[in-house]
């Protein structure tokens, strides 16, 4: 091996685990509504600083669940966005933040918690072996249908609504959080 051979290799070396520690600490902190998710961090104290979540934080307290969500868990969460609850008819986000709907809302976002940490990929890989009518199952009791397609897990709710995972696999404390393009409904 020439001296020259020699300083390349080590120089793509070298810029191949820079290129890893900075992938790395891109992976162990990635962003979510424009905030960076924390690993050491719980579900709650990463979502209140997502700029996308700020309807699901207002659900979650008005739900009473957020001494839950700080909890050990370990839970995975597929957080739906604003824009998820933005999708929602006209009026329903603001009749489930009524106190007098605290249970229907209990319902809805507990639908979106399931329990245990999971990656996108042993979600993926658990509906694969299931095969067909596969379910993923919340602690909020309901069992949503789920299947891959063309590499992406989809979820649908009770109304053949379909949720798309947008950002996978945001390690947590306690947990994982998966963002969601739709509010799952029971």
């Given at each position: 091996m020439?001296?020259?051979?020699?300083?390349?290799?080590?120089?793509?070396?070298?810029?191949?685990?820079?290129?890893?520690a900075?992938?790395?600490?891109?992976?162990?902190?990635?962003?979510v509504?424009?905030?960076?998710?924390?690993?050491?961090k719980?579900?709650?104290?990463n979502?209140?600083?997502?700029?996308?979540?700020?309807?699901?934080?207002?659900?979650?307290?008005?739900?009473?669940?957020?001494?839950?969500?700080?909890?050990?868990?370990?839970?995975?969460?597929?957080?739906?966005?604003?824009?998820?609850?933005?999708?929602?008819?006209?009026?329903?986000?603001?009749?489930?933040?009524?106190p007098?709907?605290?249970?229907?809302?209990?319902?809805?976002l507990?639908?979106?918690?399931?329990?245990?940490?999971?990656?996108?990929?042993?979600?993926?890989?658990?509906?694969?072996?299931?095969?067909?009518?596969?379910?993923?199952?919340?602690?909020?009791?309901c069992?949503?249908?789920?299947?891959v397609?063309?590499?992406?897990?989809?979820?649908?709710?009770?109304?053949?609504d379909?949720?798309m995972?947008?950002?996978?696999?945001?390690?947590?404390?306690?947990?994982?959080?998966?963002?969601?393009?739709?509010?799952?409904?029971?």
């Amino acid at each position: 091996m020439t001296f020259k051979f020699r300083a390349t290799l080590a120089a793509t070396a070298f810029a191949t685990a820079a290129a890893l520690a900075t992938s790395g600490a891109a992976l162990a902190n990635p962003m979510v509504g424009g905030a960076p998710m924390f690993a050491s961090k719980n579900i709650i104290q990463n979502a209140v600083n997502s700029k996308d979540h700020t309807t699901l934080v207002a659900a979650v307290k008005a739900a009473g669940l957020v001494k839950t969500l700080e909890g050990p868990g370990p839970f995975t969460v597929l957080a739906p966005t604003n824009e998820a609850f933005a999708k929602l008819p006209k009026g329903t986000v603001a009749s489930l933040l009524k106190p007098e709907n605290k249970a229907k809302l209990q319902k809805v976002l507990t639908c979106h918690v399931i329990a245990g940490s999971f990656t996108v990929d042993q979600l993926k890989d658990a509906v694969m072996k299931a095969g067909p009518g596969a379910a993923i199952k919340t602690v909020g009791g309901c069992e949503w249908p789920a299947m891959v397609k063309d590499g992406k897990l989809m979820i649908m709710d009770s109304h053949g609504d379909t949720a798309m995972i947008t950002v996978p696999n945001v390690k947590q404390s306690n947990g994982m959080i998966d963002v969601i393009d739709t509010v799952l409904v029971p």
